[in-house]
């Protein structure tokens, strides 16, 4: 079994809701637990909220793409804005940590989606975007 979607939405803070709403529709012939589907709900409202505010500044006019792919074993999910880039992903990763310190973000992004997913990877280019990959493993029912 595999199957494959993309799609692009502009960077709304109400898209996030489109964003969560798509993944779980793509998913639900895989007849996945409950918790499973939260979890992936999770990842993918923290992937594109990062993308939205820091990599575009909440710039209403860019666009974020969500690309999702699973096969027998496994969900792929990448998010992906071609905004300012991360400077240093490592730092970035750490928990707590945001380039928004006057508001009130926790920083906990990435740890989210490292905790709730079996790999993560991020690749970031200053002035060119960043791509979140996620991997979930998954068992049928």
């Known amino acids: 079994m595999h199957n ?8 709304k803070s109400e898209n996030v809701i489109y964003a969560r709403t798509i993944a779980v529709g793509f ?3 895989l007849n996945l637990e409950m918790g499973v589907l939260n979890e992936i709900k999770t990842v993918i409202s923290e992937a ?10 909440s710039d ?10 699973y096969d027998d074993e496994a ?3 990448e998010v992906i804005d071609y905004g300012i880039g991360i400077e ?3 730092k970035a990763k750490e928990p707590l940590y945001s380039t928004k310190v006057d508001e009130e973000r926790a920083g906990l992004g990435f740890t989210i989606m490292e905790v709730f997913t079996d790999r ?6 200053l002035g060119r975007g960043t ?3 996620m991997k979930k493993k998954y068992y049928a029912k």
């Open 88 to 90: 240093d992903v490592e």
């Open 131 to 133: 791509t979140v990959k």
């Open 120 to 125: 993560l990877d991020v690749i970031s280019s």
């Open 48 to 57: 594109v909220t990062n993308a939205i505010v820091h990599g575009y500044g």
């Open 60 to 69: 209403p006019s860019e666009w974020v793409h969500l690309n999702m792919k």
């Open 27 to 29: 998913l639900l012939n």
């Open 4 to 11: 494959e979607m993309k799609s692009s939405f502009l960077a």
């Open 75 to 77: 969900i792929e999910m």
